[in-house]
């Protein structure tokens, strides 16, 4: 039944609160875990075998079947926009940048520019397992992380393997993948390597009585490769250096309108496994091109004009990391570090057909770190308390404009450098209270600083403009949660949490309403159109409660129902007062999924899936109110000795779902009914 609720892709989450075990030697270290022994309570968990059954076409249409994980807007990444492709766990982010930090083996995979995430480029084939770690079990990863971490752990390159999978379904859409795995006979020497690729002609954006002519299709090409080697010079220490690249292109719904995303990764991680002491060392290097067009169209959209090209928006980031891990016979053990990160980059953009723009600056963030773990041999309690600092500096802001007219210097502003030293503490509890229910109890605090983008790049949705802002603060957040497991029989389990997050500081999109500033950020703003900046907002809060059932009815049956409700406030804004008492942005109160599996035969499970999002608004002053959804999906998957196929139906129902609304009006819309076939071949 392991099988069953691995079909992730329609709704039927993993089992989110098992013990995890004891996960392959090479990624304990990447993980921080603070200690092996006991499980740490984690929001959600898939292993290999789940990870396979599901075959998402991308990681976060996997992690969406976790109601505390969502992107920034209603859209898969496969159709949204990169740089809303952020995550923000249980709604805690008031904007699309990322509050929670995405790691492959230890090594952040956050856009060193943007924070935010490109998850198409992680073949599900190649992971070993993914896990979503809360708040205050997160802190030891500071700066980005306040509302938790998504790890993703490779499968070794010293298990050998090969798997070849083709796909294909709705809106013109078909890639595939292929990935290889070899070692040597004694196991010293392996080399693995990926490709993979994907396109898909897309579905309008618009509703059909919103359209005109100019209007076209979200259109999407991508394509990468992976490859890793590994050396064991002696027994118990492991050398791997890994190479990663992914290009995309993407039509953003009018000819002008596209973006062009292309990475470049390099990585190091050297492992020592034995005895009590273990330790680990990384280092990487990061190299980001980013472009996109945005246009303004006019009221018959049947033309035009280019509004802004931020045609090179280059980023690069640097770091590394020490771990070491000390776990001795007995409770105790100790996890201790240190890492750092540099990161630069900048956008050159065309303003119009009058201005040029160059606008960036440098982060460096330096780290130290400590978790000590307590499980005594009962079992029954668990203790981790864990304690980092961070300095961080900021540096090189700079915005300069010329004209294109006549290359007269515009504007030349140079930000002063500033920097900081910001702390990060947590606790957490487990104990077993008897052979049915556990409990759990975690407080902490932790900070995000601001991103490059969001210092530095501002941006357009049509005729709504955000501007921004280089005097932005870092964000700090204070957690606390507590929950409760019951397992009153061998075939149900309950879990139910509560959790509250204060936010100091929080970064979102103000609105600006003075007259003196809207002619000093903007100049005009477009008819129908509106104005925001990002700003700091004094306090903010969330409140939520999160719950899940999940029910074995027969050894081929099984039956799973999740939810997630959160209460988001902007509580006290000097700067911008119509914020307070307001909602975030993209934030809806409900979420509900449910799901059934059945499996009939060995090897042949058919799914079926629900998904309810309550009404939202798309700006920080609820205006514009986003209507809640429904959608059904239904699929089957059925393994043929190493052959594996698969097909599903999304949106069954073909519903209406509403990702957006603009200041004048228009509407944009997720993914339409769409089906997917796929068969994935192991040799």
């Not at 979102?508 to 104005?531: H, K, Q, R, Y």
Request: charged share 25%; proline share 5%; hydrophobic share 40%.
């Amino acid at each position: 039944m392991k099988r069953i609720a691995g079909t992730l892709f329609l709704g039927v989450g993993s089992l989110s609160a098992q013990s995890p075990g004891l996960l392959p030697e090479l990624v304990v270290m990447a993980e921080r875990r603070g200690t092996v022994r006991g499980a740490v309570p984690t929001l959600a968990e898939w292993q290999r075998e789940e990870i396979a059954v599901s075959s998402p076409r991308t990681i976060d249409e996997l992690l969406a079947n976790e109601p505390s994980f969502s992107l920034y807007r209603r859209q898969t990444s496969l159709f949204g926009n990169p740089t809303s492709a952020g995550v923000s766990l249980r709604n805690t982010g008031a904007t699309a940048a990322s509050r929670t930090l995405v790691l492959l083996d230890g090594i952040p995979q956050n856009d060193p520019f943007g924070g935010w995430v490109y998850w198409a480029r992680y073949e599900a084939s190649n992971l070993e397992s993914l896990r979503i770690v809360p708040s205050a079990r997160a802190v030891v990863w500071g700066n980005q992380s306040p509302a938790g971490v998504v790890q993703m752990a490779s499968r070794s390159p010293f298990e050998e393997r090969g798997a070849l999978r083709l796909g294909g379904g709705g809106q013109g859409t078909y890639g595939g993948a292929i990935s290889n795995a070899l070692a040597n006979d004694g196991e010293t020497l392996a080399v693995s390597v990926s490709a993979f690729a994907m396109h898909s002609d897309g579905f309008h954006a618009l509703g059909h009585s919103q359209r005109g002519p100019i209007d076209r299709e979200l259109d999407i090409d991508f394509h990468g490769a992976d490859l890793k080697f590994a050396w064991r010079p002696v027994p118990g220490l492991t050398v791997e250096p890994t190479f990663s690249y992914y290009s995309e292109e993407r039509g953003n719904g009018t000819p002008l309108a596209r973006n062009e995303s292309e990475a470049l990764d390099f990585g190091l991680r050297v492992s020592s496994e034995a005895g009590p002491v273990s330790w680990q060392a990384l280092a990487y290097h990061q190299r980001r091109a980013f472009s996109q067009v945005f246009s303004s169209v006019n009221n018959g959209r049947d033309a035009e004009t280019l509004a802004l090209d931020q045609f090179d928006v280059p980023g690069r980031g640097t770091g590394g990391a020490f771990t070491l891990l000390w776990e001795p016979a007995g409770p105790w053990s100790l996890t201790a570090g240190v890492d750092a990160r540099r990161v630069t980059g900048e956008t050159n953009e065309q303003v119009g057909v009058f201005r040029i723009r160059e606008a960036g600056g440098e982060q460096t963030m330096a780290g130290i770190f400590a978790m000590a773990g307590y499980a005594p041999e009962s079992g029954t309690t668990r203790v981790d308390a864990s304690l980092r600092m961070d300095a961080w500096w900021l540096d090189d802001g700079r915005r300069i404009e010329d004209s294109l007219t006549d290359g007269r210097r515009l504007r030349e502003d140079f930000q002063g450098d500033r920097d900081g030293i910001e702390p990060s503490a947590a606790v957490a509890v487990s104990r077993q209270l008897n052979h049915c229910v556990e409990a759990d109890l975690s407080a902490g605090t932790s900070f995000r600083l601001p991103t490059l983008n969001e210092l530095h790049r501002p941006f357009r949705v049509r005729n709504d403009i955000v501007e921004a802002n280089a005097d932005l603060d870092p964000e700090r957040f204070f957690s606390l949660e507590a929950g409760l497991e019951w397992r009153p029989t061998e075939t149900v389990r309950l879990r139910g949490s509560v959790f509250h997050h204060w936010i100091h500081d929080a970064i979102a999109n103000v609105p600006v309403t003075d007259a003196g500033l809207i002619a000093e950020l903007f100049g005009t703003i477009p008819a129908g159109g509106s104005g925001s900046q990002r700003q700091n907002v004094d306090e903010a809060r969330v409140l939520g409660f999160q719950g899940e059932i999940e029910w074995q009815a027969r050894e081929t049956l099984a039956f799973r129902a999740a939810g997630i409700w959160t209460d988001t406030e902007f509580q006290k804004s000097s700067r911008q007062p119509l914020l307070e008492g307001k909602p975030f942005p993209q934030a809806p109160d409900l979420r509900l999924l449910g799901g059934v599996d059945w499996e009939p035969r060995n090897g042949l499970i058919f799914s079926a899936g629900y998904e309810y999002g309550a009404s939202q608004f798309d700006d920080a002053l609820a205006r514009r109110e986003i209507p809640s959804y429904t959608s059904a999906r239904i699929g089957a998957s059925w393994k043929v000795g190493k052959t594996l196929y698969q097909a599903r139906i999304d949106n069954l129902f073909d519903e209406e779902i509403a990702t957006g609304l603009g200041s004048g009006g228009l509407r944009t819309l997720a993914v339409p009914r769409s089906f997917w076939l796929s068969v994935e071949r192991e040799f």
